[in-house]
Every structure is written in structure tokens, then in C-alpha cells.
């Protein structure tokens, strides 16, 4: 019986702390997850695809620079990356400032927290994307680029009708496993001071002492947002490769 | 100049103009193997020259260096006339010194693959106006028009809105010749059309191909047909190792084999 009330009671404290203002907070915190992981996402798919095309090329420097990128940002921390992004761009930004004298001598330019996060969590994921668009384009049947050939389309058509709808077919299920941990990622950029859903639940728990509680939503939120996300790739799947399932 | 002015003339009145494909002295090595030792052969319109040989004699290499797909090491390579200008690359190979008379030139030279390469991602008819809307700049209402009308040809119009994995080789490899038709090209490429197909399907194909044939196109058909060689063609080439062994008129050829190497050849097939 003590113990029904003690769940009574901590049941309505949580709704009356999330009614306060924090519900709401935390509402805010999953939009600005959603944008950094698109944004990241966006600036990975440019990026990726850029480094996968180097990664294909037959010039043996773009090959290089697209290894070493993808080794070193899959081979880093994230946590790193994001430190190197936000702390030393603010260094950088800084000493140019004042080096042409924008800012006073003592004066800090910082890098702005959203930016700052979404470049270094889409770099990361970037690395990923183009391990996932450099084997998609390699499943592409080679007889299939050949008869594009073949029939008078030049690179870019080549590129525009053939291969870019089948690497998108074919790398939807890897891109929805990146997107997984871009949105995993994104917590990380909580130390860049951007008030996504990880920041709002730390600043919740300290405010409040309620750890257990705030850590406990937000654990639940991610788990929706990456649950939720599982089905629409899984529709995008049937979608984009729908001329290999049999027709009913 | 003066000579060269006389020989433009002659050219352009000699009997090159009824050439389809001129293919001059072809060679090409992949790595230290030899497969084409000086390939020559002539197509005038309406020709429809069988190219046989065993495997590894080159045939399928030769077709593949008229288009391109492969770059010949050397020799020159006309169509309709026109040269594709060659240049030498910086690994000192040749390659072709303007991309986009390539890309012209192959766009009149449609070519049915083996292995049917239709994209797959298109519906048929998706298949059929890609390239005629795209590298043609076709209007696209008169594309679907003209591709359905070929796909009726075929037979296969009920199967317009299928995508090709859907289909079975006989239906996508004669989805494919449509979508060679569909480029309106001076000569078709056929590179060993049937052979990937199972035996009861292989009729319908070559049923399609004995039509074309029978309207007058130039067609280059490499081929283990040897039904198809010696009745529709109206010539057969025979390589072996590289080289052209005999060339002739495919009922004369068939009735008497000019060499040795061609009697074995279908002796081996007639077994």
C-alpha cells in the first residue's frame, strides 16, 4: 500500500514539474534534436557523397583524401570532434578577428554553438554516408551503366537517370541505420550549449533534483524518436525498390 | 592539298557512301593478351553481317571497340562516314579526342546486350524514352507514342508498366531491342543477343530479329545462331584468335568453309 502512494506521489510530482514549464521545455528540446539531426544529415549526404565519389576515383590522390577522411572520423571520438569544432573554431575565429582588428584585443568571438555542432555531427555522419553511398554504388549492376554508355548519355545524364535513383534504392536501409546514430550523435553537441533535447533534460535534473525522472523522459523520447523513424525508412525501402519486390 | 581535296571527293563518291560501318586494321591487347590482331570489316546499309567465332576469338571485343565501350588500341573506326577522331592519352593509349562526337555517334549505334542491361529502376516504358527524350531531345509525347507502337511490335505492349526483373528474358531482352529501335539508330549492335536466354525462349527473340532484318536494317550480330547466321544474314564473318579468317556470303560459306579453322567450327556446332 506504501508503496502504491510513494508511485502516487511521484507520479503527479512529474506531472506537475512537466505542466511547470518543463513539458513544454522538453517539446523544444526533441525539435531541436530533430533539426541538428536533419541539418547534420544534409550536410553528411553532401559531404558523404562527395568523399564516396573520391573514394571511387581513379586518381589516386582524391582516393587518398577520401580514405583519411573516412578514417579519421569514423576513428575519433565524437565527443572530440565536437570539442575540436566548437572550442578550437572559437579559437580560430578569434585570433582572425583580431589579427584584422573586428574585436578588441581580449575580446572572444565565439563559434556559434548550432553551427559549430551540426558541422562537426554532419562530418561525422558525412564519414558514414559515404561508406554507404561507395557500396551502393558498387551494387549497381555494371551492365546497366554500360547500356548508358551505349546509348549516347554523357556523364552527367549517366549520373542523373541511373545513378543516382539506384544508389538512393540501394542505400536507404544503410542511410536509415545513419541516421540512428546521427540522432545518437546530436545529444552529444548538448556541450556546444545548443538547448536540444539532452541539454533541456540535464538542465531539468540539475534545476529540479529529479534525475530519475528527467533522464528516464528523455531516454523514452529518444527511443520514440528512433523507433518512429524505423517505419518510415522501412516504407521508403518498399517504396524505392519496388521494382524488384513481385507486383501483387 | 590538292590530293587530299581529290581524295575527299572520291571518298564522298566512292562506294563508302553506302558504308554503314567501315572498321579499318582494329587492334586491342587487355594487358599482354592480344585479343584483336587487325580486325578489318566493311557494313554498307542493309547488311546484316553475322559475326561468329568461338570464345576468346575477339568477336564480342570488336563489337564493343565500334562503340566504344572498349577503346581500341589502334585502327580507325567510321560511321556513316565519319571518323571517330582518336587522340593519344597521357599513359600514351589512345582515347577518343572528343567525347561528345562519341556520344553522337553511339546514340545512332544502339546496341542489345547479352545480358538484356535494361534499367532496371524503369518501368518499359521508362526504358524506352529515357534515352531517345534525353540524349535525342525528343518530345516526350511523341516518344511514348513511338514506344508503345514498338512495344506492340514486340509483342510485349501488355508489359509496359512492368519493371524488367518482373519480366522473363525473352520479354526483357525483347524489351531491350525496342528500346534500340526506339533511338531510330543507323546500325543495331548485337552482342550474342540469345545466348543468355533459356532454350524455349531463344525463338521469340530471334523471331524479332529475323523482322529487322527483313525491313532492311544494318545490323552487326555477334551469335552462336547458326540458323540465324546462315538464313537472315546476308554475310558472315568468322574470327578466330584475333583475326579475320574468312568473310563470304553465309549459304556459300556454310556449303563449302573456306578454311579449315571454320569447317571445325561448325563441325563442333553440328555435333
Known amino acids: 500500500m506504501e508503496f502504491l502512494n510513494d508511485l ?91 589579427s584584422t582588428g573586428s574585436i578588441g584585443s581580449t575580446d572572444i568571438l565565439n563559434m556559434p554553438s548550432f553551427l559549430g555542432g551540426v558541422l562537426a555531427v554532419g562530418i561525422i555522419s558525412g564519414a558514414y554516408q559515404a561508406e554507404v553511398f561507395r557500396g551502393s554504388f558498387l551494387a549497381i549492376h555494371r551492365g546497366e551503366l554500360e547500356a548508358a554508355r551505349a546509348y549516347g548519355m554523357s556523364a552527367w545524364l549517366r549520373f542523373r537517370l541511373v545513378i543516382v535513383p539506384q544508389v538512393l534504392r540501394l542505400a536507404v536501409p544503410g542511410l536509415g541505420n545513419v541516421w540512428q546514430l546521427t540522432i545518437k550523435d546530436s545529444a552529444l553537441i548538448s556541450v556546444t550549449g545548443v538547448a536540444e533535447l539532452m541539454l533541456t533534460a540535464n538542465k531539468a535534473a540539475r534545476s529540479t533534483h529529479h534525475s530519475l525522472l528527467f533522464y528516464t523522459v528523455a531516454g523514452i523520447l529518444y527511443l520514440v524518436m528512433t523507433s518512429v523513424s524505423t517505419p518510415i525508412f522501412e516504407k521508403a525501402e518498399r517504396y524505392t525498390s519496388r521494382s524488384f519486390t513481385r507486383p501483387k | 592539298m590538292s590530293a587530299n581535296v581529290a581524295a575527299a571527293a572520291q571518298a564522298a563518291s566512292s562506294p563508302e557512301d553506302k558504308s554503314a560501318i567501315s572498321v579499318k586494321d582494329m587492334r586491342k591487347c587487355f594487358g599482354d593478351h592480344e585479343v584483336l590482331k587487325g580486325i578489318s570489316l566493311e557494313a554498307h546499309k542493309g547488311d546484316v553481317i553475322s559475326i561468329l567465332g568461338s570464345s576468346g576469338s575477339g568477336k564480342s571485343t570488336m563489337l564493343r571497340c565500334i562503340n566504344l565501350l572498349e577503346t581500341p588500341d589502334s585502327g580507325e573506326v567510321r560511321v556513316d562516314g565519319e571518323l571517330i577522331r582518336m587522340k593519344q592519352g597521357r599513359d600514351g593509349r589512345q582515347m577518343p579526342a572528343d567525347i561528345r562526337q562519341v556520344e553522337r555517334i553511339r546514340a545512332n549505334l544502339a546496341m542489345v546486350f547479352q545480358s538484356f542491361n535494361l534499367w532496371s529502376h524503369m518501368t518499359v516504358l521508362e526504358n524506352l524514352v529515357a534515352a531517345p527524350t534525353h540524349v535525342l531531345k525528343r518530345p516526350r509525347a511523341e516518344c511514348l507514342e513511338q514506344a508503345e507502337a514498338l512495344l506492340k511490335r514486340v509483342g510485349i505492349w501488355e508489359r509496359r508498366n512492368y519493371y524488367p526483373p518482373h519480366m522473363s528474358g525473352g520479354q526483357q531482352q525483347r524489351a531491350a531491342i525496342a528500346r534500340a529501335l526506339a533511338m531510330n539508330p543507323k546500325v543495331m549492335l548485337f552482342d550474342e543477343p540469345t545466348s543468355a536466354l533459356d532454350p524455349e525462349l531463344v525463338g521469340e527473340v530471334l523471331r524479332v530479329m529475323r523482322s529487322l532484318a527483313e525491313e532492311g536494317r544494318t545490323m552487326l550480330v555477334v551469335t552462336h545462331e547458326m540458323g540465324f547466321a546462315r538464313d537472315v544474314s546476308s554475310k558472315v564473318m568468322f574470327l578466330h584468335k584475333g583475326e579475320v579468317d574468312s568473310v563470304g556470303e553465309p549459304k556459300e560459306m556454310f556449303a563449302r568453309p573456306p578454311t579449315p579453322q571454320f569447317k571445325q567450327f561448325i563441325a563442333n556446332f553440328n555435333k
Request: charged share 10%.
Open chain 1, 8 to 98: 502516487k506521489d511521484q507520479v503527479s510530482t512529474a506531472y506537475e514539474l512537466l505542466a511547470a514549464g518543463w513539458g513544454v521545455q522538453l517539446l523544444w528540446g526533441i525539435a531541436w534534436t530533430l533539426a541538428v539531426t536533419v541539418v547534420s544529415m544534409l550536410i553528411g549526404a553532401v559531404l558523404g557523397s562527395l568523399v564516396a565519389a573520391a573514394k571511387l576515383s581513379h586518381r589516386g590522390g582524391l582516393r587518398f583524401i577520401g580514405e583519411s577522411y573516412t578514417t579519421v572520423f569514423r576513428g575519433e571520438p565524437e565527443l572530440l570532434i565536437i570539442y575540436l569544432f566548437y572550442y578550437g573554431g572559437t579559437q580560430v575565429l578569434t585570433g582572425v578577428a583580431r
